[in-house]
């Protein structure tokens, strides 16, 4: 097993609400775009050639690790923000209550938030950044089924995964791929932020409801 | 809620559920009009699978559907109403497969080497 680790910079301007033009929605709060310097994809420390011209099939059509643009999207590791705008993927033909794209609540404060911090501690950008990627035994492992590569997205040494779990934006969410240092780091960082009632905290439900 | 492109600078604070489960929610209701075949729809679903963290740190890999009528990580509340049983940290699910191809020379192939 290793560790992949991609340079690359991150726009702040990808954040929505600014980001949402055009066909973009917009990056919410646990999925970030990043330009990849693809002289700068390392793995254990060696260049490496796995990414390029890389594609998954996401139901059923190619998609690109690395965009047209050089980017990668990043599904931040461990963590899981409310959501921006979550299409279901029901069918027109069976669908009972009117269909798109739903929004929870705390999903646009979380994307602002992390968007306002960034720029707050760092500068308007686009900010340098390294995409961390532990536990890779295979290619393979590096991206979920939407061929997002799944890390940690590091900015002068801040973790952004964390800083979502610290600050009570983000909820943790766990994957069998995770390393047991990682989920221990991320279970301490929300139980804190649970405890202090940060944000999500405070109105957490576990009983289903559905405000359409 | 619906998907809406503006800011509207209104706060947007409110009830929260785990993205996961609300994703569920959000097709469940969709489908049906109602969250009355949640649970249904999230037993019928071959994906979710967890096992429980602290299993899963021990070395446990005996992921279970998270609707199992035994000991899921979702149930039935007296209520009647959906619940998630367990914190969000108390649970590691399973990745769906996820394969990186390349194409050589017209053919896709899966990548094998870094």
Redesign the interface.
Known sequence: MGTLRIAGKISLGQF??KG?VGNS?GSDADTVKVVVDKSRIL?NG?S??????????DKGKKKA?INTKGEINVRLQGV???????P???SKQ????????????????AS?ALAAFLRRKFGNGPLACEVVSQNIG????????H?RVVGNVVVKGLDVNLWLLDNGWA????????L?DE??E??AR??QAKAQGLR?WK?????????? | ???????SGA?????????????R?????????S?QN?LADIRASRSDKF?R?SD??KGG?A?KQWGNAQGGAVRA?A?G?????LA??E?????????????IGGQRR?????
């Open positions: 929505w609400p949402a929605q793995f060696q490496s050639t796995a990414l390029g011209s890389a594609y998954a099939i690790v899981d923000a409310p959501e921006l705008h979550y279901t993927t029901v069976i669908a009972q209550a009117p269909n798109g794209h739903f929004r929870q609540a705390w999903g646009e404060s602002k295979k290619p393979n492992d590096i991206c979920d089924s061929g909820f943790p969410t766990f994957y069998e791929s995770m047991k989920i221990e991320a279970t929300a139980q999500i109105d957490y439900q576990s009983t289903a409801f559905f405000d359409a | 809620m619906h998907f809406s492109r503006t800011d706060s947007d604070k409110g009830p929260v559920l785990l993205p996961k489960l609300f994703r929610c959000a097709a469940s209701y969709v489908t049906h009009g969250l949640l096992v963290t899963f740190l890999v992921f509340a209520s109403k959906v619940k998630l049983a969000p940290w649970f590691v699910l399973k990745e769906e497969p996820s394969t990186l191809y390349r194409d899966e990548i094998t080497a870094f």
